[in-house]
Nanobody, 117 residues
């Protein structure tokens, strides 16, 4: 399993970023996927999950209405569109296999998102 995140960066509060995750080494189109994040000095936090078919999604209350998870099974890509970013969203963002929670052994190396005030 290989998961490679990209798209992170520095953005001002209220701005937007789109994260991508390129997946390989497993059958992506039958695997639920999720985004996790870890803020400085804090534990790993589940952000959002999506079923394999892409029709069912879930979000943490902290990002609901601002973030949108999606996937392109033809390209083995997972996305996280992040709008109305807040300083509290500053974290390293990881894509991982699975739908809910922070458990699981397959996770990417992460991409840094920094939101400035």
């Amino acid at each position: 399993v290989q998961l490679v995140e990209s798209g992170g960066g520095l953005v001002q509060s209220g701005g937007s970023l789109r994260l991508s995750c390129a997946a390989s080494g497993f059958t992506f189109n039958v695997t639920a996927m999720k985004w996790l994040r870890q803020a400085p000095g804090k534990g790993l936090e589940w952000v959002s999950g999506i079923f394999s078919h892409g029709l069912t999604t879930a979000y943490a209350d902290s990002v609901k209405g601002r973030f949108t998870i999606s996937r392109d099974n033809a390209k083995n890509l997972l996305y996280l569109q992040m709008n109305s970013l807040k300083t509290d969203d500053t974290a390293v963002y990881y894509c991982a296999t699975g739908y809910l929670g922070t458990m699981g052994k397959d996770r990417g190396q992460g991409t840094q998102v920094t939101v400035s005030s």
